[in-house]
């Protein structure tokens, strides 16, 4: 398989934090896709990443619909979302939760990255900025609650752990003038990142 996109980019970080999990190899494209959109438009009509091309030369696009197919490659014993019931409901809530806040906070920062200054919009940026505190916010008082375990309360590491570690890494990353009282997700994150799976794929 070959994953394509950035690390920066927290889509494609959470696919290759999921494929390094589940211990299935992959060959990292680190494309910039504002530079080169032809190379990922050669597998994804819409030149986004992440893209993930399997062996047999199809790919997988969206984030959401990869984690999925990869979920159903690895099997329900070692799936990293539940395949039903409440913990389901648990896993992809928190994980929606983490990809709002990737969201919100790659919205603030582009603003600054892609307009000429004098077509800024301040109260876009801070709109944005908003929801990205709100959601660490929540997803700090889930972190207190977990305390050592994790977030969905599942036995073992899932995609809401993954998706609000690489989330919250990212709007420190790209927000970092953000005033942030979290430290329980501080600790939790800290705590994810110290695994090989996020090691190998460091901002």
């Given amino acids: 398989m070959e994953l394509y996109g950035v690390y920066l980019s927290p889509y ?59 979920d159903q490659m690895a099997g329900p014993d070692r799936a990293l979302t539940p395949p039903s019931g409440p913990s ?46 709100a959601g660490l916010e929540h997803l700090n008082g889930l972190a207190k609650a977990a305390g050592d375990g994790w977030m969905a309360g599942t036995q073992a590491i899932s995609q809401a752990d993954i998706s609000v570690a690489v989330a919250h890494s990212f709007a420190k990353k790209v927000r970092p003038a953000l005033t942030l009282n979290v430290p329980d997700l501080d600790k939790f994150t800290t705590r994810c990142e110290a695994l090989p799976a996020f090691q190998a794929t460091a901002l």
């Fill in 88 to 133: 389901r409901r648990a896993v992809l809530q928190i994980a929606a939760l983490g990809v709002g806040v990737m969201e919100k906070a790659q919205w603030a920062f582009y603003e600054t990255r892609f307009h000429p200054e004098e077509k800024v919009h301040q109260p876009w940026i801070d709109h944005n900025d908003a929801q990205v505190i």
């Fill in 12 to 70: 494609t970080r959470r696919i290759a934090i999921a494929l390094n999990l589940l211990d299935m190899p992959y060959t990292h494209n680190a494309v910039r896709v504002f530079e080169r959109p032809d190379v990922v438009r050669e597998h994804n009509p819409l030149a986004r990443v992440p893209t993930l091309v399997l062996e047999d030369g199809s790919a997988l696009i969206e984030s959401g619909a990869i984690l999925d197919e990869i």
